[in-house]
Nanobody
Framework: QVQPVESGGGLVQAGGSLRLSCAAS????????MGWFRQAPGKEREFVGA????????NYADSVKGRFTISRDNAKNTVYLQMNSLKPEDTAVYYC???????????????????WGKGTLVTVSS
């Protein structure tokens, strides 16, 4: 199993950039599809994006497509979320999650993930 731990959240102005990191313990990190989710105040948690085991395939929510990029470094057991052109509506707690299923299955099963981090807060000021 893996235990994701997010970092890199903070306060940023609209139009700015921020990179989140998610370090996951466990020797089988490369066997997990990794995803990012977020939950804004008063709203349900939503999918942001996900990346396949080897990092070749990614999938994004329409709301972040073209602005956010997910990448991973399996040698470092770390997945990243690069966020550019941030908007106030991107303000949320961002969660990293891991799934033992491939990316296609994760997407088909409504983003079912197995392990979750505790989240990191991103605040975008206008």
């Amino acid at each position: 199993q893996v235990q994701p731990v997010e970092s890199g959240g903070g306060l940023v102005q609209a139009g700015g950039s921020l990179r989140l990191s998610c370090a996951a313990s466990g020797r089988t990190f490369s066997s997990y599809t990794m995803g990012w989710f977020r939950q804004a105040p008063g709203k349900e948690r939503e999918f942001v994006g996900a990346i396949s085991w080897g990092g070749l395939l990614t999938n994004y929510a329409d709301s972040v497509k073209g602005r956010f990029t997910i990448s991973r470094d399996n040698a470092k057991n770390t997945v990243y979320l690069q966020m550019n052109s941030l908007k106030p509506e991107d303000t949320a707690v961002y969660y990293c999650a891991a799934a033992s299923r491939d990316l296609a299955t994760v997407l088909r099963t409504n983003y079912g993930m197995d392990y979750w981090g505790k989240g990191t807060l991103v605040t975008v000021s206008s």
